[in-house]
């Protein structure tokens, strides 16, 4: 912790926006991972079979309650829509199912590319950071009659400035980059899904109408 307090003191103030781009990416970080790892994912496959078992029972207010069992789930709110329009016609089947994916793939991906945007700001910053260092060390370089001390001080100075900048932008940056890619392919999962079993069921579903069976 003393090592940190130090570099972070070294680094002057452009570490400050630095720190502040990394406590929004950690929050977002943190949010991103409970909902799309805890609250809209779902074992798909599982659930469909069960789903589409039931379907094929004819019987459809057991699929419903199958999916009011996980509100959050992005998917069973889709599926869902296509259940409670299940004894109506394909068109609206169709559009039902249509309407909650449209409603639901926002919410999913929503700060999907922030941590990215994130990073990049983090970066430039480290960046901006360097540049104003690495002038301060020129300019004490420059300047004539001070003793050689203050100016190897002076030198010091704007080279930790450079450095420590450039080093926590890339620290910041990094974590961002890898959290952006492990959610951003747990959101494709999602949205995968959604697409994928959402046709199943209208064609489950439309089926079941053409084979005439009863109300469910």
């Known amino acids: 912790m003393q090592n940190f307090a130090k570099f972070y003191s070294e680094g002057g103030a452009w570490m400050h926006p630095i720190l502040f781009m990394s406590i929004i990416a950690l929050g977002v970080m943190i949010e991103r991972f409970i909902f799309l790892y805890f609250k809209y994912n779902i074992n798909a ?13 004819n019987n459809i207010d057991r699929a419903i309650k199958l999916c009011n069992a996980a509100p959050s789930a992005a998917l069973p ?34 700060r999907t590319t922030l941590l990215q945007q994130l990073a990049n700001i983090a970066t430039l910053l480290g960046l901006l950071g360097t540049i104003l260092g690495l002038i301060q060390a020129f300019d004490a370089l420059s300047q004539e009659g001070i003793p050689p ?10 080279i930790s400035i450079a450095m420590n900048t450039t080093a926590f932008g890339l620290g910041v940056a990094i974590p961002c980059l890898l959290a952006q890619l492990m959610l951003s392919s747990v959101t494709k999962k999602i949205i995968d899904e959604i697409d994928q079993y959402s046709v199943k069921l209208e064609n489950l579903l439309i089926s079941r109408l053409h084979s005439g069976s009863g109300q469910g």
């Not at 496959?45 to 029972?57: D, N, P, Y």
């Not at 068109?91 to 039902?96: C, G, S, T, Y």
């Not at 001390?149 to 100075?157: F, N």
């Open 45 to 57: 496959s599982a659930f469909m079979a069960q789903i589409t078992k039931l379907v094929m029972a």
């Open 77 to 110: 709110k889709v599926i869902k829509a296509g259940l409670t329009r299940a004894n109506k016609g394909p068109e609206e089947i169709q559009n039902a199912v249509e309407e909650a994916t449209l409603e639901i793939v926002p919410i999913v991906t929503k």
């Open 149 to 158: 001390e203050q100016r190897q001080t002076l030198l010091a100075k704007g």
